[in-house]
């Protein structure tokens, strides 16, 4: 809808016409100095203006201006590696037949790491294992990314190490099944989708994070892949994607995603995952949704010490606390995941005590489940989505505070 705006000396009655067909579209009562007048069609108008002495002005031809769009920030969308992911590995006496075998001698999807998961080898066992080539590949879950009103700036995946490494990886497209087959060993791309990197550290005892920046062909491939499931393999570089044979050993540990192994996959201090993920950093409109009332949330176990609906807010109850949860039977958290929160709240004179849980007895903010984040009234907040599978469940503010309002930024 459009506006008018601008200034008037004195209390007026101001009457906006219609110059398309000559109809009174506003008419209100306005005190001096400033106004605005909006929820107006766009086009021109003849405004009059009656003061309060009976003196009356026309102005015609008068526009009415729409509102200027709100400019588009920076948006990181995170995506974590699926449970499918794992490895594949295939052997021959020749290097050209173990690179090139279509169906793998070895298949693991419940790793959760593996110190050779990215290799390409002369053994040395001789026979059927003189050469050993391994591959690792992965999933990414794009149902809920969308292109449409988004401009993909950078895409970036990110590997946590371990162990072995001994050259370089190269990151490519996969065509694998889900899930995961002996049969996807050669369901690989042949074109580098970032620049190869590194594998080795000084230190093979310590973990690290390893990015690949995706060059404008793997942008391209997560541009199309959005609203489906982006997958990759990790393929060891100097032999295996170079086709040089080799003469020794080269060997790439990694993490994988593996849910069962949650004190492998959680690392260091089993609070932060070591679990592969995806960042998709775009350019939007930020579009903030409100999700505030009795339509989205109860107090907690529905005990009204929990908190207390006062008709604009959330109260704390006798506990001291504000604690809701999302409201039985509702569905709206239901694979809802947000990219940031902010919660506005009175009758505190500094930051409190936060935290947003989902359902898997997780914590989206902050990211270990057994602390709190100090934020102030509407301070914006980054969500983490570890698991899939997870919803929001719960919000508290360990403080005796008014909940006026909470928001997410939409992805």
Known sequence: MASISGNISSDARLIVVKESDWTVESNTVETSGAFELD??????????????????????????????????????ARYFSTFDDGYLAGWSSSFSTARSLGTAGEINDNYANWNMAVRASKTGMGGNYEYMVMRSFFYFDLANFSTSGRTIQDVKVTFKNRDYRDSSVSIVEGT????????????????????????????????????????????????????????????????????????????????????????????????????????????KVPVWSVKLDQVYWEPWNEDSDSAVWNGTGWEAGTYGSVDIQVKTGTTWANNYKPLKMKVTFTGASGPVTLALFGTKNSSFYPYDPWEYGDVESGQEVTLDWYWPDDNIFELYIDADVVITNVEFLER
Not at 52 to 62: I, P, Q, R
Not at 177 to 182: A, F, N, Y
Request: glycine share 6%.
């Open 176 to 283: 694998q099944s889900t899930p995961l087959s002996v049969d996807d060993f050669d369901a690989i791309g042949s074109t580098e989708l970032a620049t190869r990197l590194s594998w080795t550290v000084a230190d093979e005892y310590i973990a690290n994070w390893k990015t690949f920046v995706l060059n404008s062909t793997g942008k391209t491939y997560i541009s199309n892949k959005a609203g489906d499931v982006a997958k990759f393999c990790l393929r060891e570089s100097n032999y295996d994607f170079d086709n040089a044979t080799p003469s020794t050993e080269k060997r790439n540990g990694l993490y994988f995603s593996e849910e069962n192994y949650p004190d492998l996959v959680w690392s260091p201090y089993h609070y932060y995952p070591s679990r592969p993920y995806l960042e998709i950093e775009y350019m």
């Open 39 to 76: 929820g107006l069609a766009s086009g021109n108008k003849t405004v009059i203006s009656i003061a309060s002495t009976g003196e009356a002005l026309g102005y015609g031809g008068v526009v009415a201006v729409e509102p200027a769009a709100p400019d588009p920030i920076l948006h990181t």
